[in-house]
């Protein structure tokens, strides 16, 4: 379950800042992990209060289009996407990271 260690990994570098009691996270619509299923890992660990701000994804394709991509699949530990122009993989300009916003300590 690479949530989990995801999750761990937010709550390391959290914790570098005090004893928290909030934490306020961007997470790429394209990311490995959903807003929910992030929240749902770190509820399982901690009691902090979360909040998660989904980022909407930009994807660039030689083709010329820019803009949003085409989600074709997405299940556990697997996301594919292609430009809906015309059908390639685009580059993601924007989208696929999960980044620690805020953290609140007590």
């Not at 934490?23 to 998660?52: F, M, N, P, Q």
Request: glycine residues 8%; contains cysteine; hydrophobic residues 40%.
């Amino acid at each position: 379950m690479h949530e989990i260690t995801i999750a761990n990994k937010i709550i390391e570098e959290a914790r570098k800042q005090g004893d928290i009691n909030f934490i306020e996270l961007d997470v790429g619509e394209i990311a490995h992990l959903t807003g929910k299923e992030l929240e749902e890992a770190l509820r399982k660990v901690v009691d902090w209060k979360i909040k998660i701000n989904e980022i909407k994804s930009l994807v660039e394709c030689e083709c010329g289009y820019k803009g949003k991509p085409k989600i074709i699949a997405r299940g556990h530990d697997l996301l594919l996407f292609e430009c809906p122009k015309c059908k390639s993989l685009p580059k993601v300009l924007k989208g696929e990271d999960i980044i620690i916003k805020r953290v609140g300590v007590k």
